[in-house]
């Protein structure tokens, strides 16, 4: 992304900007706009908007990538803008972008803010149990101990959590969504969704098989697509047809026999059908019949004609 954005600041440099309407319409016009392809475009009309919080260009280059254009960037360096206006700063393009959790773990995001982290005591819990983790990663010693700890201490808290005060993120959080049902059901689809395409894959250790959400019946294997064997030659544009749609090279018989492998032709079974008479072999030195050509003692004068091309002048 860092590298596009240099080149679309590299390509600014070849337009000129014209004032329409002062912090409002610019046109940026190409240097070189005479020379220029007939079906290239000469100039772009760039606007702002809401005192430049926001900038719009007629190529429609942001609404289609979320970029900024060369045409907008140069109107930013000509009107003196020091710093890209957040408007144009797509999560997306920056290192937040991996920052993508789960419905349940959505309030763990940087974009969802402190009003989604209310409780003290949910992000202390949080802050602890992470440090837990790391100490319990150190060695195969400090792992045995930190889940020896956590399988007891569960084993006290589940009777202790059994009553809840409803004060919890948790809790917060449903009463928030069943004062708007509609973002709850929308919610709960896309919930039941990911749990739907949740997929538990081994690994190398053997952590057991492999099954797809809750209510599947299926191998994994049958879900996957196919791997596409490379053809030969040029590739086509033509779709994989199924096998229904394939038609099979139709077999030919023999309307003698009805077998297959030989015409009517040439079946042996036809009673009209005259036997080829076996040639004779013959010697390949002297063309005479009774021997071959490994025991013939004839000698074969030069520029004469061979018994068998016919009489010899």
């Known amino acids: 992304m860092f590298e596009m954005f240099g080149q679309a ?16 319409r610019y046109h940026v016009r190409h240097i070189e706009a005479e020379k220029r392809e007939k079906w290239c475009r000469e100039m772009h009309a760039v606007d702002v908007h809401e005192g430049g919080a926001r900038y719009t260009c007629e190529c429609g280059l942001f609404e289609h990538m979320g970029m900024l254009c060369c045409h907008a960037i140069k109107v930013l360096l000509h009107m003196g803008v020091q710093k890209i206006p ?7 393009w920056t290192i937040d972008a991996r920052d993508n959790l789960s419905l349940h773990l959505i309030h763990y995001q940087k974009d969802q803010g402190p009003p989604r982290l209310s409780s003290y005591r ?13 100490l319990g990663d150190s060695n195969v010693d400090a792992f045995d101990r930190v889940m020896d700890i956590l399988i007891a201490g569960k084993a006290e808290l589940t009777i202790l959590a059994s009553i809840k005060d409803g004060k919890s993120l948790v809790d917060q959080t449903q009463v928030g969504e069943s004062a708007n049902p509609t973002m709850t059901m929308m919610a709960d689809g896309a919930h039941q969704e990911d749990e739907r395409s949740e997929m538990f894959i081994s690994t190398e250790c053997g952590l057991g098989s492999v099954s797809v959400g809750a209510d599947s019946r299926h191998p994994l294997s049958t879900l996957l697509a196919p791997d596409r064997k490379k053809q030969k030659g040029r590739p086509t544009t033509a779709r994989d047809k199924p096998g229904y749609e394939i038609k099979d090279a139709r077999s030919r018989f023999c309307t003698v026999c009805r077998e297959k492998g030989h015409k009517s032709t040439t079946c042996p079974r036809r009673g009209d059908l005259p036997k080829k008479p076996r040639k004779i072999p013959t010697c390949g030195n002297c063309g005479v019949a009774g021997h071959k050509k490994t025991s013939c003692f004839n000698l074969v004068l030069p520029f004469v004609k061979r018994p068998r091309d016919g009489p010899v002048e």
Do not use: I, N, P
Request: proline share 0%; glycine share 6%; charged share 30%.
């Open 122 to 134: 949910h992000t202390t819990l949080h802050l602890t149990a992470l440090e837990f983790v790391q």
């Open 9 to 24: 600041l590299y390509r600014a440099g070849r337009y000129d900007v014209e004032e329409v309407e002062r912090g409002t």
């Open 86 to 92: 957040s408007f144009h700063v797509m999560k997306r």
